[in-house]
């Protein structure tokens, strides 16, 4: 099994900063992709931004410029800098990586729990 654990979120003013930090662990022999998603009350999941494993990212519209995803591979972490925070950025923010384990040749989602960033105005 694979377990993710985020961290990083909390509360913050308009314009402001925040890192978020997801780290995988369990059997993971192979990853394919990892990255962040969110959802706001009344709204639905949206991916957020995502990294293959060849080094391919892919940004919502609403958040390139802004927010940046990078990798630790060695440490199977996936972060998530977020800079110049809006209002509309509030959610719980929700780590994803897609992964095979040592007995699989089939690559599986694995979410987090989430962690919440409120942005206030």
């Known amino acids: 099994q694979v377990q993710l654990v985020e961290s990083g979120g909390g509360l913050v003013q308009a314009g402001g900063s925040l890192r978020l930090s997801c780290v995988a662990s369990g059997n993971i022999f192979s990853i394919n992709s990892m990255g962040w998603y969110r959802q706001a009350p009344g709204n639905r999941r949206e991916l957020v931004a995502v990294v293959t494993r060849g080094g391919s990212t892919n940004y919502a519209d609403s958040v390139k410029g802004r927010f940046t995803i990078s990798t630790d591979n060695a440490k199977k972490t996936v972060y998530l800098q977020m800079n110049s925070l809006k209002p509309e950025d509030t959610a719980v923010y929700y780590c994803?990586?897609?992964?095979?384990?040592?007995?699989?040749?089939?690559?599986?989602?694995?979410w987090g729990h989430g962690t919440q960033v409120t942005v206030s105005s």
């Open positions: 994803k990586i897609s992964s095979r384990d040592t007995d699989s040749t089939a690559y599986n989602d694995y």
